[in-house]
Antibody, heavy 123, light 108 residues
Framework: EVQLVESGGGLVQPGGSLRLSCAAS????????MSWVRQAPGKGLEWVAN????????YYVDSVKGRFTISRDNAKNSLYLQMNSLRAEDTAVYYC????????????????WGQGTLVTVSS | EIVMTQSPATLSVSPGERATLSCRASQSVSSNLAWYQQKPGQAPRLLIYGASTRATGIPARFSGSGSGTEFTLTISSLQSEDFAVYYCQQYNNWPRHSFGQGTKLEIK
């Protein structure tokens, strides 16, 4: 059974830092692109970042470029999101998601999601 | 950036009836369109990918259609567990993704 378990959320002051983790199990982690998706309270979903299987390619939504860094440790089956210079608008539940390939088009959607970890940026 | 627009924002339907949810893309996304269901306090759940392919374990009452810029999610006979928020997502612009703002399906 595929499982994604996020941790590391909490309350942080504006300008502060936080590192989120996602522990993966039930599949060959090193074979998949992985993503972070967030959801502000009462709002919709926003893709944040993704990373290739070997970590050689990383992409970010414009609003977090230069502040957030996605990384992975395939030996530990873990995905990370280092968040620096946090702002109030970064307050959200952060989900770890597995990218699944649509073999007809070689593009990727999200087939499994973790339960999320809440990040609150407030003074 | 591809903008996804869902309508209506809220849909009120009685159990047993059909629900039709719409999603429009600001430019063509071919069939690179997925639908997700989210219940309060839960993570999103994949329903449909490739615009019309049901994900593993998804009941046949869920169907997706469309291509290009216009897409529809249809739930043929609503069950109590189907009342939730539904999101469309384009992945034609992968590795960057974008979601619609969601449609809340509520009991009439």
């Amino acid at each position: 059974e595929v499982q994604l378990v996020e941790s590391g959320g909490g309350l942080v002051q504006p300008g502060g830092s936080l590192r989120l983790s996602c522990a993966a199990s039930g599949f060959t982690f090193s074979s998949y692109w992985m993503s972070w998706v967030r959801q502000a309270p009462g709002k919709g979903l926003e893709w944040v970042a993704n990373i290739k299987q070997d970590g050689s390619e990383k992409y970010y939504v414009d609003s977090v470029k230069g502040r957030f860094t996605i990384s992975r440790d395939n030996a530990k089956n873990s995905l990370y999101l280092q968040m620096n210079s946090l702002r109030a608008e970064d307050t959200a539940v952060y989900y770890c998601a597995r990218d699944a390939e649509d073999r007809r088009t070689r593009s990727y959607y999200f087939d499994y999601w973790g339960q999320g970890t809440l990040v609150t940026v407030s003074s | 950036e591809i903008v996804m627009t869902q309508s209506p924002a809220t849909l009120s339907v009685s159990p047993g009836e059909r629900a039709t949810l719409s999603c429009r893309a600001s430019q063509s996304v071919s069939s690179n369109l997925a639908w997700y269901q989210q219940k309060p306090g839960q993570a999103p759940r994949l329903l449909i990918y490739g615009a019309s392919t049901r994900a593993t374990g998804i009941p046949a009452r869920f169907s997706g259609s469309g291509s290009g810029t216009e897409f529809t999610l249809t739930i043929s006979s609503l069950q109590s567990e189907d009342f939730a928020v539904y999101y469309c997502q384009q992945y034609n612009n992968w590795p960057r993704h974008s979601f619609g703002q969601g449609t809340k399906l509520e009991i009439k």
